[in-house]
C-alpha cells in the first residue's frame, strides 16, 4: 500500500471519528423546541409529597370571594376584592386515620393583599373562606368539620392557600398527625392552576 494510500484511510478514519463523536453529541445535548431544559420535571400534586390525596369535591371557581366567606373575612373582601377563589376537598389516609382536607387558593391582585388576607385568616376569631361542606356545595356523609381541626396557610406571590383539615369520627389519629397533614397539603396549591 503506497504512503499517499495510508494518508487518505487514516484522514478518512478521522473524519468518520469526528462525524460520529459529533452525532453522539448532538443526541445528548438535544432538546425538543418549545423544552425548557432547566424546568423541572412535572409532579403530581396529589402524590408527590409525604402523603397522597384524592380529591372528593370540586373544584368550585369564583370570583366572589366575600360571598364565599364568613365573619369578619367577608368584609375584608368587600374593601378588598379578590381576582379568585378556587375551592376544593381531599381525603388522604395515614397510619389507619381517615381526614378530610379543605384547600382554598385565593388570588389577589398583588403579593400586598395575599399577605395581608393571611394575617385576618391565621387570626383566630375573624372568619375565613367556607368549605365546601360548611357552604352546602358538597355533601359527604359523615364529613368532618374541617375548620375544628388544623390550619395551616402560605403565600405565594398573589396567590394565599388556606389548608383546614380534620379526622373522620371513625378513624381518627394522633393529633400531631393532622398537623403534618395540613402543613403537607398547602403543597396542593399547585392543582388550583
Known amino acids: 500500500m503506497s504512503p499517499r494510500m495510508r494518508t487518505a484511510l487514516r484522514g478518512g478514519a478521522l473524519v468518520a471519528i469526528a462525524v ?4 453522539v453529541w448532538w443526541l445528548i445535548r438535544y432538546e425538543p423546541a418549545g423544552q425548557d431544559p432547566t424546568a423541572a420535571p412535572q409532579q403530581n400534586p396529589l402524590t408527590s409529597g409525604e402523603f397522597d390525596y384524592t380529591q372528593v369535591a370540586g373544584p368550585e371557581i369564583s370570583a366572589g370571594c366575600a360571598a364565599n366567606a364568613y365573619g369578619d373575612v367577608v368584609g375584608w373582601f368587600r374593601e378588598h376584592p379578590c381576582e379568585q377563589v378556587h ?3 381531599y381525603e388522604t389516609r395515614a397510619q389507619d386515620a381517615r381526614a378530610l382536607v379543605s384547600v382554598v387558593v385565593v388570588t389577589m391582585p398583588g403579593q ?6 393571611k394575617v385576618t385568616t391565621d387570626t383566630d376569631g375573624t372568619g375565613n373562606v367556607n368549605d365546601l361542606i360548611r357552604d352546602g356545595t358538597a355533601n ?6 374541617v375548620a375544628t381541626g388544623e390550619y395551616a396557610s402560605r403565600v405565594v406571590g398573589n396567590r394565599l ?3 383546614e383539615t380534620q379526622f373522620f369520627a371513625d378513624s381518627a389519629g394522633p393529633p400531631e398527625l393532622l398537623g403534618e397533614i395540613a402543613h403537607d397539603a398547602l403543597r396542593l396549591s399547585a392543582a388550583a392552576r
Open 20 to 23: 460520529v463523536s459529533g452525532l
Open 87 to 89: 375551592r376544593s376537598l
Open 112 to 117: 400586598t393583599g395575599a399577605k395581608q388576607l
Open 140 to 145: 359527604l356523609p359523615g364529613a368532618p368539620n
Open 161 to 163: 392557600t388556606i389548608v
